[in-house]
């Protein structure tokens, strides 16, 4: 007798999943990025010969050694490299510290011969030349103190050329401090300032 395998049944394939498509939501069009208005440097912000006239004017330079500060805030203060960096993008120098007659480490008046620091030796590559301006001639240390120091007192500033002074004086007239009410001086400081 013919015997018959039984056929084992068919493994079923586990039934797939079927999920519902999301249709995707209509996308907006991606959108250019505003261009980031570019920093102004401090060098770039100012522009201090258009403040005064030339004659009045002093630069002076001096130099700074990065190296002298790290090594100050590092191995003298036991400050993290990252920290002393810190510190030393967050220094404003003062005016005495620019100005002094004889400069401390880390200011210098020129580097060395060899182009090192004068305090530790480091090479030029960690110094920074400090543009240091000192109007001279006034009390005025801005440019609207300047224009009103020049109508009160026009000897205050003198500027070289025949059409301008003679004789150590100014050719303006004097006396406007009295003839004119503080409030119409303030008025022509205000004008005279919106001039270029």
């Known amino acids: 007798m013919a015997t018959t395998k039984k056929k084992a049944p068919a493994k079923k394939a586990p039934a797939k ?6 249709t995707p939501a209509a996308r907006k069009p991606p959108v250019a990025a505003a261009p980031k208005p570019k920093k102004k440097t401090a060098a770039a912000a100012i522009d201090i010969a258009e403040m005064f006239p030339h004659e009045l004017l002093r630069e002076e330079s001096r130099w700074i050694c990065l190296a002298c500060i790290l090594d100050v805030f590092t191995r003298h203060l036991g400050l993290t490299a990252a920290a ?10 003062g005016v005495d510290e620019l100005t002094a007659h004889t400069p401390e480490r880390p200011y210098f008046e020129r580097p060395a011969a060899d182009g090192a620091c004068p305090h530790c030796h480091s090479p030029a590559k960690w110094h920074a030349k400090l543009r240091v301006f000192r109007v001279e001639g006034g009390k005025a240390t801005d440019a609207a103190g300047y224009i ?19 004789n150590g004086q100014s050719m303006m007239p004097t006396g406007f401090g009295q003839s004119l009410e503080p409030a119409k001086i303030d008025a022509l400081v205000a004008y005279l300032m919106t001039l270029k």
Do not use: Q
Request: glycine residues 2%; positive net charge.
């Open 148 to 166: 009103r120091e020049s109508i009160l007192e026009p000897n205050a500033h003198l500027v070289a050329g025949p059409t301008y002074s003679s």
């Open 84 to 93: 002393a960096m810190k510190s030393i993008r967050a220094h404003k120098p």
């Open 17 to 22: 999943k079927t999920t519902a498509k999301k």
